[in-house]
């Protein structure tokens, strides 16, 4: 099985990145190794552990079952999960395992990060947005009234565990939230400056079909990639002071849909695809690639089928942009492609987008 790895510069922050596809039921027994001879306390999703939970069995002092949706990654629930860790008396030698989505990892990993100033904590993603995007990389955190993840930590895992068949059961609208995150991977590539090319623009176009029909292999090879393009990023910049920001293509304005629409009509992968979209038709008119790349990424976009996201009034985007944690100094900062599978971070002034027209 393909094992990964994201080097730190401070070294103990290193960990493992597991990809595989056997049995379920094999996990536990590859966990071993961490949790034998600690308190174990589990967070995870309350749909995983209707499907897996008995499979799984995960020997736990608890295992706190957190209801699904966005609107879980609270205070109130970090409370809730902190003060079980202190009922059952987890000491800073102890563990905590996150099974579930990007809700589950995020806020089990700020409860990791803060417990006792901080536990260690293994991911055990679920979705594909978690495999590729949120349990990789030590962001963590939870919403607030003020916005979403406004309060968490940059605090590594000690490990992840990827199992590739935890993807069969996911719905289409969930798959499809984390092919968003994939295709964005596509059109970055270069900037990530991995150690060798994998040319996943190629790949997607090449194995679509097997991707939107849920092929195991084609998966585990899928995710193995946008990891290892996660881990370049995250080893050269873990705090994101530069280049992480290149993660966020196609989010600054995939990010003010969502919270336009209250994060109800359409999934993070959706927005961002339409964030996406909104960038190249930018970088065209700026002249910072041609016209014939936007097709070409276009057709890359169109093969996943992607629900279509309609136009927005622009001052009011540009209101939520503005207020992005990410804007500073009154700029709004957009990742655009400049070449072929490559992106550069640009400040915009407010007014630019005030009169703009998508
Ligand atoms: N999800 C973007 C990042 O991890 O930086």
Redesign the pocket.
Known sequence: MPELCVKIKETDKSYPIYIDSSEISELTRKLEKYISGRKVFVVISEKVNKLYGKILNIPAVETFVLKDGEKEKNFKNYKKITERMLKNQLSRKDILLAVGGGVVGDMAGFAASTYMRGIDFIQIPTTLLACV??SV?G?TGIDTDYGKNLVGAFYQPKAVFININFLKTLDTKQFKTGLGEVVKYSFIEKSCKPEFEINLFNFLSENFEKINNKDIRTLERLVEYCVTLKIAVVEQDEK?GSL?KI?NFGHTYGHAIEKITNYKKYTHGEAVVEGMRFAFKLAVEKGLIEKNYKFLADDVINKFKFTSVKKFNMKKITEIMKSDKKASNGKITFVLPTDYQEVKTFDFDEDFFLDYIY
């Open positions: 995007d949120s990389g962001k994101e992480r993660l």
